[in-house]
């Protein structure tokens, strides 16, 4: 049975209200994964077919899509109302995401709503850390095992990290290779790491019937996005083979 949802977060970055809005417009890869900026206008394009109904740079943008393109959902829209605090050197954000699922509410909704907590968090991380730069980014899944109702339990003690291993705390990595780290988000859906160069994401979609995924996030001048995904994925696959 098709149902609106609305999602609302409301947060503050050290970061200013046209840096926040260069994110969500030009800079998604950094935080998100790459899209094509929308036109500069009401009535202009945007991704994946969406259409902008407000925008006001750097305060308000909005892009509404009636045809999404996938039979869970039948309406998608995204406003970011952005704020300047502290003179304009921290900003205030207000997202919203709303719509029409139409298939499976609850499970829809709950995969929406941590997902957006996760995102928004490492777009406050790609601000605080990073912001400006260019961006490489990597995106990979697990294997059919990977989609197991306890799949994701695994990935934390195959990275080396136990449990009283903290948000906010220094980590050592057991990846394709060793490496340190802030792991800067771990809940038992989600987990973050940030390195000096690189916002590392994994991603319990196990819990929603899909593959256990990763993204990378590489802000080095040389980072080669072919070899990221073919390194973490023969990292995802041997965990999943070995579980």
Avoid at 47 to 54: I, M, P, R
Avoid at 121 to 148: D, I, M, N
Wanted: charged share 20%; net charge negative; proline share 7%.
């Amino acid at each position: 049975m098709s149902k609106e949802f609305e999602i609302v977060r409301e947060f503050e970055v050290d970061a200013s209200p046209e840096e926040v809005w260069e994110a969500v417009t030009q800079g998604t890869g950094a935080y998100l994964w790459p899209m094509d900026p929308p036109e500069p206008r009401v009535g202009g394009a945007a991704a994946f077919g969406s259409t902008v109904t407000a925008w006001d740079p750097p305060n308000h943008l909005t892009v509404r899509s009636e045809d999404v393109g996938f039979p869970t959902q039948s309406v998608n829209q995204l406003e970011h109302v952005i704020e300047a605090r502290d003179g304009g050197r921290r900003a205030w954000v207000r997202y919203v995401h709303s719509g029409i699922f139409t298939d499976d509410w609850d499970n829809q909704y709950d995969g929406a709503a941590k997902h957006t907590d996760f995102y928004l968090h490492t777009l406050r991380e790609y601000l605080t850390h990073f912001a400006p730069g260019p961006v490489t980014f990597a995106q990979l899944e697990g294997p059919e095992a990977s989609q197991a109702p306890d799949a994701f339990a695994v990935v934390a003690p195959a990275l080396g990290l136990g449990s009283g291993d903290a948000q906010g705390g220094r980590v050592t990595v057991r990846g394709p290779e060793v490496f340190d780290a802030v792991l800067d988000y771990r809940d038992p859906y989600f987990i973050g790491l940030r390195t000096d160069t690189a916002l590392i994401r994994l991603f319990g979609r196990n819990h929603w019937g899909a593959p256990v995924g990763i993204s990378v996030h590489d802000f080095a001048p040389d980072a080669d996005a072919k070899a990221i995904e073919a390194a973490w994925q023969d990292w995802l696959n041997g965990v999943f083979s070995q579980s």
